[in-house]
Structure formats: structure tokens, C-alpha cells
């Protein structure tokens, strides 16, 4: 398969956008699941970069709520988190005057689209899928066939938008591709009908590590609180978290893969200030990972601090909130609708009598 990950937070919107008018705008899709908070590694390897295509593209960014149901939930806390999740998007940055901010379930073509995709999607392609080979690890006692059929879920999210760029962190890539391999057989079966997406991923942070144990991805569903930041964390906790991080009996600051935990931090860093790698290094020469983490602490706090601001005034605006899921449905829906009503007409389905 050819490289299709477009892997450089350098590229500029406008370079993206090329020669097209603003009435061919190219198109972004993703999402994140209301299954837990939101932490900064979801916000590096993936939000933080949402919030730049919103002035270029017509952007759809959605809670995919029915990708969450793959693992258990408490209906209270799925319906809470689904609502925090939303409020956490706009407060990271994304506006809903530019953007079209949805609720997964509120838009039925996903699961219509995703039918179709499960007929022409291999067995073997998903045993295949390395999130999950994971995740049947964890949930031997629940190994439910949605959990299996996850990526089409997921291609289907995507390709109901003729997406051309998919900005996720580094876990998606392998349902990115069989995204597009889906795509392309059903063009190649029936002739054009989608376009073929391609991932975006940012140069550092692609894969933000735990706090505790850096050779395995921040994840909110860690069972040590102390491995994640969350973006609603507190300036004291985020500091805590990352005075007690991981390290090593090395004591220099050096981004090397020995050195995991450091270099994991002199990712977040550089991420979050803009300086390349080798300025961070050299800024740190001759000093002690205390100084270092103090410092990376403080870009850390400061950056959450307006994030975690703004969620708490929107959770206590849940009308607002409703109002922007209730308009983005109907925006996401009629775009998604013109993919839907094609991929029928070409798969042989009788149209629907008004
Ligand atoms: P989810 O909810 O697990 O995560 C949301 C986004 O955050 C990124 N991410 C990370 N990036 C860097 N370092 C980390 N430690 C880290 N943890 C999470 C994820 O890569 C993701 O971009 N399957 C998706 C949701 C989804 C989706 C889609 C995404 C459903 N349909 C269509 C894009 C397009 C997921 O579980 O993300």
C-alpha cells in the first residue's frame, strides 16, 4: 500500500486547500468517543490539529457515540460524557459557526452506510486490526460483534463525508487504511462514489505516551490516574502528574529512544511551544530533569488552563450546547444523505417513493 499518511503539522491550510475556490472546499471528518474525559493526548493527536483546518475546510468533527457502546457503559455517564465531550471540542478551539459539531447516533446514515461496507469487508481484514487484538485482550468476557465490526463503523463515518483528510493521532492509522481500501473496492466494483481519504497526524505527539509506563499510549481508560493529563485536570494535579512522571537514571535531557519517558515529555513540549526538538535539548543541557519537568509543567498548565476555563462556563450552558448537536444533525445528515442515496442507486437498491 502506498504512504498515505500525511504526517507534518507544518503544512499550511492554504497549501491543503490548493487551487480549489471556496465553493469546492476540501473536506475533513473525525471524532472522538464520550467514553471517558478527554486527554492531552487526544488533544495533541488530534484536536489541537482539528482546530486549524476550520478556516479552509468544510469541517465535520462528531461524538461517536455509537462507536463507544463497543465496550460497556453506564447510560447516565454515556449521556453525560457525551455532553462534555461536545462542550470540551468548542472549548479546545473549534468553532461552531465553522464547523458542523455532531452527535453520531443523530445521524442514522452512519449505520446505513456501515451495512453496506460490512458486505464487502473481509473477515480476515478485521482479525487483522491490531486495536482489536487489544481490545479482545481486555474484554475476553465480552467479545461483542461490534467491537469487531469497529472499522467499518469508522470507514463508513468517513466516507458518508467524501472526506479527504482524516486528522486522528497515531492508533488510527491502520483502520485509516482499510478505509481507504474499502473506498477503492467499492469504486472499483461500481465506479466512483467515494472519495479516497487520507490520515493527518501532527510530526510530534502522534503518539502521546503514558505518564507511568511510556512504552504504552496515554489512554483515559489507563487504570492509574497518574498515567494521563485530562484537559479538565487542574493546574496542581497537572503539575503533580508530571513532577512524579517516569523517567530514567540517565539525568540528561536527550530525546532518545532509551529515554522514553524524557522524550515523551520533550514531545508535549515542543508540541505545545512550537520549539523544534534540538532548541529543547540544548535549552536543557547541564540542567536536571526537575527544571525540565518544571518547566514543561507550566506550558502544560498554561495551555489547559483557558481549555478548562471555558468547558466548565459551557457545561452550565447545556442549551446552547443542544442547539449546536441539534443544527450540526441536519447538516451532517444532508451531506450524508447525498453519499447514501448514490451508493444505493449504484448497489442496485430501488429508490425510495416520496
Ligand atoms: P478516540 O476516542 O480513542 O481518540 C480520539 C482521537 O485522539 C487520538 N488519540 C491520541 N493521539 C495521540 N496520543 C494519544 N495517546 C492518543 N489517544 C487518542 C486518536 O488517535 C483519535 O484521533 N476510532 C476513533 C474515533 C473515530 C474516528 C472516526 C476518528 C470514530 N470514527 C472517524 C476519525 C474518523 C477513536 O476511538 O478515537
Redesign the pocket.
Known amino acids: 500500500m502506498s504512504e498515505i499518511i500525511k504526517e507534518n503539522t507544518e503544512i499550511k491550510c492554504s497549501d491543503l486547500v490548493g487551487e480549489k475556490s471556496n465553493t469546492e472546499k476540501k473536506i475533513i471528518?473525525?471524532?472522538?468517543?464520550p467514553?471517558g474525559k478527554m486527554?492531552l493526548?487526544?488533544y495533541?493527536?488530534?484536536?489541537k490539529n482539528w482546530t486549524m483546518f476550520q478556516d479552509d475546510y468544510e469541517c465535520y468533527y462528531?461524538v461517536?457515540d455509537l462507536?463507544a457502546i463497543t465496550v460497556p457503559q453506564d447510560p447516565a455517564t454515556l449521556r453525560r460524557q457525551t455532553f462534555e465531550l461536545l462542550a470540551q471540542y468548542i472549548a479546545c478551539g473549534i468553532d461552531p459557526e465553522k464547523c458542523t459539531l455532531f452527535i453520531?447516533s443523530h445521524v442514522i446514515e452512519h449505520l446505513e452506510l456501515m451495512w453496506v461496507l460490512n458486505t464487502m469487508t473481509y473477515m480476515g481484514e478485521l482479525n487483522r486490526m491490531t486495536?482489536f487484538k487489544d481490545k479482545a485482550k481486555k474484554s475476553e468476557l465480552n467479545l461483542n460483534a461490534g467491537l469487531f465490526t469497529?472499522p467499518v463503523?469508522?470507514a463508513a463515518?468517513?466516507l458518508l463525508y467524501q472526506a479527504d483528510l482524516?486528522?486522528?493521532?497515531?492508533?488510527?492509522r491502520q483502520?485509516?487504511e482499510l478505509t481507504r481500501d474499502l473506498a477503492n473496492r467499492f469504486n472499483n466494483r461500481f465506479s466512483d462514489t467515494f472519495k479516497i481519504p487520507e490520515g493527518f497526524m501532527p510530526k510530534e505527539?502522534?503518539?502521546?505516551?503514558s505518564l507511568q509506563d511510556p512504552s504504552k499510549?496515554?489512554?483515559?481508560s489507563d487504570s492509574d490516574p497518574n498515567a494521563f493529563i485530562l484537559l479538565a485536570d487542574d493546574s496542581d494535579a497537572i503539575a503533580r502528574k508530571i513532577k512524579r512522571s517516569v523517567t530514567d537514571s540517565v539525568g540528561v535531557v536527550r530525546y532518545s529512544d532509551e529515554q522514553a519517558g524524557i522524550k515523551n515529555l520533550i514531545d508535549i513540549y515542543a508540541n505545545l511551544s512550537g520549539k523544534s526538538v534540538e532548541e529543547i535539548v540544548s535549552m536543557y543541557e547541564g540542567k536536571g530533569y526537575g527544571v525540565f519537568k518544571q518547566e514543561t509543567a507550566e506550558i502544560v498548565v498554561e495551555t489547559l488552563r483557558p481549555i478548562r476555563e471555558k468547558y466548565l462556563y459551557l457545561l452550565e450552558n447545556k442549551d446552547y450546547l443542544k442547539e449546536i448537536y441539534a443544527s450540526g444533525a441536519v447538516k451532517a445528515q444532508a451531506k450524508a444523505r447525498k453519499t447514501l442515496r448514490k451508493v444505493y442507486k449504484k448497489i442496485g437498491f430501488v429508490a425510495r417513493e416520496r
Request: no cysteine; aromatic share 4%; charged share 15%.
Open positions: 471528518f473525525s471524532g472522538a468517543q467514553s486527554t493526548g487526544n495533541l493527536g488530534a484536536i462528531s461517536v462507536h453520531q486495536q469497529y463503523l469508522m463515518d468517513i482524516v486528522p486522528v493521532g497515531e492508533d488510527q483502520h485509516i505527539a502522534a503518539r502521546v505516551m499510549k496515554m489512554s483515559k
